[in-house]
């Protein structure tokens, strides 16, 4: 199983309303991340889990609030968006050590009304 | 301060011809340099990496070569097929505290393989 998925595909959601993206990988990997994924731009980091330890925040707005509560499952909890907060969120897993690349999920395309 | 550049937003070639895309980088602390594709509204899929102590990997039709004294690497794509029409995203990587990598993107140049 070389998967990482993630939950909802897509999601419109007001500037009012509380809801999560959620991403699994059953690889085996220790270290997951969000990303940001605006149209015709490159993916942005925004957190990075290791261990199911939060080890990088890239300043990203307290708005966005991320969860890892085993090494499977990574949650990105969602309060208060702005309509700019639209974009592809990109969850993604690695094993931990030099240069391993990045197993991507296909995204929760979100839109913010 | 664009750290991986991809100066070519796009890149047309003829099915079976060689396609070259390019990637510069700044940060001399790079250990790892990736190449994703990646098709709309899809995450991005692995393709080919090399490490900075090697200065070729070739897998199939896809080569990578990394000069690092020009802070340079280029993706061939030999023969382009037009399944390969898409955005490549170049990538180098940088080992943080606990193990984890983090990758910093170029702005991908878009391929169109025609037939």
């Known amino acids: 199983d070389t998967e990482v998925t993630q939950t909802p595909k897509h999601l419109v959601m007001g500037m009012t309303n509380k809801k999560s993206l959620k991403c699994e990988q059953h690889m085996g990997h220790r270290a997951m991340y969000w990303y940001k994924q605006k149209a015709k731009k490159p993916p942005e980091l925004m957190f990075v889990?290791?261990?199911?330890?939060?080890?990088i925040n890239e300043s990203v707005p307290s708005r966005f609030s991320p969860e890892c509560p085993n090494s499977s499952l990574l949650n990105l909890h969602l309060h208060a968006l702005q309509p700019e907060d639209s974009a592809l969120y990109l969850c993604?897993?690695?094993?931990?050590?030099?240069?391993?690349?990045?197993?991507f999920g296909s995204g929760t395309q979100l839109s913010v009304l | 301060d664009q750290q991986v550049k991809q100066n070519s937003p796009s890149l047309s070639v003829q099915e079976g011809r060689i396609s070259i895309l390019n990637c510069d980088y700044t940060?001399?602390?790079?250990?790892?340099f990736l190449w994703y594709k990646k098709y709309p509204a899809e995450g991005p899929t692995f393709l080919i990496s090399?490490?900075?102590?090697?200065d070729k990997n070739e897998d199939g039709r896809f080569t990578v070569f990394l000069n690092k004294s020009a802070k340079h690497l280029s993706l061939h794509i030999v023969p382009s097929q037009p399944g390969d029409s898409a955005v490549y995203f170049c990538?180098?990587?940088?080992?943080?505290?606990?193990?984890?990598?983090?990758?910093?993107f170029g702005k991908g140049t878009k391929l169109t393989v025609n037939p």
């Open positions: 889990y290791s261990y199911e330890k939060l080890s």
């Open positions: 940060n001399s602390m790079f250990d790892y």
């Open positions: 990538a180098a990587s940088v080992p943080t505290q606990g193990g984890s990598e983090k990758l910093v």
């Open positions: 090399i490490s900075s102590i090697k």
């Open positions: 993604a897993s690695s094993q931990t050590g030099g240069g391993e690349k990045l197993f």
